[in-house]
């Protein structure tokens, strides 16, 4: 398996995020959906930790999967608010035994099934999975700043910090390519210039992505959802500008040069295929597909969207 911080200096990274499943349906669905995505060549997926302490064997069980059976670099996800500092210890110990090169160290929210959450904020874990060898870790970046943050200019500070000890980051979704280029410039600002992948939600109801952006401290523009808004009684024309605006944002993204693109697939495949069919830059993505995009888009067949960004 690649390391990400490795793949992120050959190109572009190309990569999606999937949660792991809770029943058997969730089951059935997700390995449909990497079967459907496969053929792609992702430069990698993450699994997100769903919901507290009970996502560890979840968790582990799908990424180490993927390893096992798939020629997929997997990266799952760890929270600190689950955990002890000893359990994560040996969480992130197991991930390295079973071969498990990348890691993204994340804060969490608060869960139901909170654990000790010995470590306060995500740049603790980065600091206890590179002790223990972590090689690829990346964090999460929050271009509208951290809904708990009192103001921006403390969350770039503390995110500064905190990618000057991770390889990369991945950030939150938004729609506005702006947002991305003035969390760079800001980050820039404080001297960091380490990759962070822009997180890529395609809209494809209006309702569940203003309830995914509420939970995320965020709002949907005002003119994303005045172009919208009228759609939502024709379903077919809604899907279709859902994905045209993901598109051009990816575009935009890349054109400003952005390291990569993390769609967050809610394990559903098939609007992530269609806005990477309408892209036209696949011979330029880094890592493992390099080369192989081609056969991916012809003889992919066609897949079948992230829970909330738990
Ligand atoms: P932190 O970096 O710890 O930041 C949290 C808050 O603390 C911010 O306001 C920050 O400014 C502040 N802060 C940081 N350091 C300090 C310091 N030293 N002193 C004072 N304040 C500080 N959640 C899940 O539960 N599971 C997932 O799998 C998951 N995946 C995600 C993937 C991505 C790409 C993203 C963007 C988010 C994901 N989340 C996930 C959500 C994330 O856990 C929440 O947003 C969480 O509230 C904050 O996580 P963080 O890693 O940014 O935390």
Redesign the pocket.
């Known amino acids: 398996m690649a390391r990400i911080s490795d793949l992120l200096q050959r190109g572009p990274t190309f990569s999606f995020?999937f949660?792991p499943p809770r029943t058997d349906e969730e089951k059935d669905r997700l390995s449909q959906t990497i079967q459907d995505l496969e053929p792609l060549h992702p430069s990698f997926v993450?699994v997100?930790?769903?919901?507290?302490r009970s996502?560890r064997e979840r968790t582990t069980a799908v990424v180490t999967d993927i390893i096992r059976s798939r020629a997929i670099t997997a990266m799952p996800?760890l929270?600190?608010?689950a955990h002890s500092r000893g359990e994560l210890e040996e969480i992130v110990g197991g991930f390295i035994e079973a071969g498990v090169e990348n890691l993204?160290?994340?804060?969490?929210?608060p869960?139901a099934e909170e654990g000790p959450g010995e470590l306060?904020?995500?740049?603790e874990l980065v600091e206890l999975a590179r002790a223990l060898g972590g090689s690829s870790i990346g964090?999460?970046?929050?271009p509208a700043?951290?809904?708990?943050?009192p103001d921006r200019e403390?969350?770039r500070r503390?995110?500064a910090?905190?990618l000057a000890l991770a390889d990369f980051g991945?950030?939150?979704f938004f729609f506005h390519v702006e947002d991305y280029l003035r969390l760079r410039e800001e980050l820039a600002d404080l001297g960091l210039s380490k990759p962070v992948i822009p997180?890529i939600m395609p809209i494809l109801s209006l309702a569940s992505v203003k309830r995914m952006s509420e939970l995320?401290g965020y709002q949907v523009p005002a003119d994303v959802v005045d172009r919208l808004g009228p759609l939502e009684d024709d379903p077919q024309e809604f899907r279709r500008v859902g994905i045209e605006l993901a598109g051009e944002l990816c575009r935009q993204l890349l054109e400003a040069g952005a390291p990569g693109l993390?769609f967050y697939t809610l394990n559903f495949s098939k609007a992530t295929l269609e806005i990477y069919r309408s892209l036209e830059l696949r011979a330029q993505w880094g890592g493992p597909r390099a080369g192989r995009a081609e056969h991916g888009r012809q003889g992919g067949h066609p897949p079948s969207e992230r829970e909330t960004?738990?």
């Open positions: 995020e949660f993450s997100t930790y769903r919901g507290g996502s996800h929270v600190c608010v993204l160290a994340l804060g969490g929210d869960v306060k904020h995500a740049a964090v999460a970046a929050h700043g951290h809904p708990r943050s403390s969350d503390h995110l910090a905190k991945i950030t939150q997180g995320a993390h960004i738990a």
